[in-house]
């Protein structure tokens, strides 16, 4: 399985970037995928996450508002439109991938907390600059 990020640019605050998730070799059916933000110096900080199958999300207040999350199951893809970029949304911008192999659907909100190590596929990230 690999996951590929792609979208990230430098823009002007206010601006709107769209990156994508796209995964290759993937055969599962029951799993979310998350988006992190890191910043130089900060723990890497999950700001939104999507449960593939039925597309329920949940942000983090940072994002709440200004990001939507996406999938198109199609393509094996995720999405993260952002809306009203801020300097402090600068970062590289990870996707990561959470199977639930025991089925169920975990409640999201908490997802964005789970330690970085608890995700099974990561992707190797993309860059985003805003500018003031």
């Known amino acids: 399985v690999q996951l590929v990020e792609s979208g990230g640019a430098s823009v002007q605050a206010g601006g709107s970037l769209r990156l994508s998730c796209a995964a290759s070799?993937?055969?599962?059916?029951?799993?979310?995928i998350a988006w992190f933000r890191q910043v130089p110096g900060k723990e890497r900080e999950g700001i939104s996450v999507i449960r593939v199958p039925d597309g329920d999300a949940a942000y983090a207040d940072s994002v709440k508002g200004r990001f939507t999350i996406s999938s198109d199951r199609a393509k094996n893809t995720v999405f993260l439109q952002m809306n009203s970029l801020k300097p402090e949304d600068t970062g590289d911008y990870y996707c990561?991938?959470?199977?639930?192999?025991?089925?169920?659907?975990?409640?999201?909100?908490?997802?964005?907390?789970?330690?970085?190590?608890?995700?099974?596929?990561w992707g190797q990230g993309t860059q985003v600059t805003v500018s003031s």
């Open positions: 070799d993937f055969r599962f059916d029951n799993y979310a």
């Open positions: 990561a991938c959470l199977l639930f192999l025991g089925g169920g659907r975990p409640t999201l909100q908490p997802i964005l907390s789970r330690h970085t190590a608890e995700f099974d596929f």
